[in-house]
């Protein structure tokens, strides 16, 4: 018999599939997201100051392109390198790299900035099947999915078992055309193979 959670309504939470990977989660070796990354909602400045450097989702693209960027409100939180923008389970961008402009995103989103995880992994275990059905079982809303920031430190992430340089090398596969590849390891890869 399964307990309800307690304000938690959503039917998702029980679905089979959602209880199959909570099960799985069990047998691995995982941490909770708030005990590896800061969970940020960017709140507007006061004064409503505007800047020309939004990355909304429609912006969210490798490699970063400024001109899909749009005049959106300034934030408490400029993204840094690093930096996971958030959105819902299904939309979510990494900056993966210094910005040539200070940018922000909405106050919509959430920033999970991870402080002692691979980025480049935390990022691609959330685009993960098993961290996608978790999150889906854990939002509410019918239209737009939200999910509370809460649930979301609470959501089990597990441990890496390779190291950074595998995981950055997979990010860069993943999510850029093929020609910025060969340059990529060119520049980040053979230069820390030098050092």
Known sequence: SNVRKE???????????????????????TISLGDVATVIRPRPD??????????????????????????????D????????????SKRMFFIYDETEHEIHTSPNCFVIRPNNIC???LFMYLKSETAQ???ESESFGTVIQRIRKEDLMNLPVI???KDGQYYERIFYVEYFPVNDIVEINRTIFDSKVSE
Request: proline share 7%.
């Open 46 to 75: 006061e004064e409503r100051k505007h800047t020309e450097y939004c990355a909304m989702p429609g912006a969210w693209q490798y490699p970063v392109d400024y001109s899909k960027m749009r005049s959106g409100v300034l934030t």
């Open 159 to 161: 441990f890496p078992e």
């Open 119 to 121: 980025p480049e992994y």
């Open 7 to 29: 304000r938690c309504w959503n039917p998702n939470r029980y679905n089979k599939a959602a209880m199959r990977v909570r099960e799985a989660l069990k047998k691995e070796k």
């Open 77 to 88: 939180c400029a993204l840094r390198k690093g930096d996971i923008v958030f959105l819902d």
């Open 133 to 135: 059905i978790v999150m």
